[in-house]
């Protein structure tokens, strides 16, 4: 059984970039938030069960944003993609069941952290992608 019990918000930071031109800014690396959360085992034999518990805690990853301040007449545009990776949703609740002999199941309870957006409404940075300049296809 896992259950998160505790969110830690992850932080953005931005890196002045000369070699991009000002007014451009690249997502490097999307945020993660961290999480607290308390893990239980129970392993079976026979009459007897050894009940084992857990507390973790995974820290955040910053999110890293360039943003640029160099001249762009002077600069080539250059072709940048933002990282790619999706806001990170997770269930509340995960349980996991296995009998002898018998495939892992698996029981969800969703909660608010796999909802889209919850990021932002906990108050982390959101980075929206913008549109490309037309200058480049």
Same mark, same amino acid.
């Given at each position: =059984? ?17 070699? %991009? ?5 690249? %997502?490097?690396?999307?945020g ?17 069960? =050894?009940r ?7 820290p955040?990853t910053?999110? =890293?944003?360039r943003?640029?301040?160099g ?8 072709? %940048? ?7 990170? #949703?997770t269930?509340? %609740? #995960?349980?996991m ?7 892992i199941?698996?029981r ?24 490309e ?5």
């Open positions: =059984i896992r259950r998160i019990e505790e969110v830690i918000p992850y932080e953005q930071i931005e890196r002045p970039d000369e070699n %991009l031109p000002s007014n451009t800014r690249v %997502l490097l690396q999307r993660l938030p961290g999480f607290k959360l308390r893990r239980y085992r129970i392993v079976r034999d026979g009459a007897h069960a =050894i084992e518990r857990f507390r973790d805690t995974y955040p910053t999110q =890293i944003v943003v640029g301040s001249d762009p007449r002077k600069l080539k545009a250059p072709v %940048l993609k933002d990282d790619p990776s999706p806001e990170y #949703l269930d509340e %609740l #995960l349980v069941t296995q009998t002898e002999g018998e495939e199941s698996e969800r309870e969703p909660g608010p952290y796999s909802e889209h957006g919850w990021t932002e409404k906990a108050g982390m940075p959101l980075f929206e992608a913008r549109a300049p037309a200058n480049r296809k």
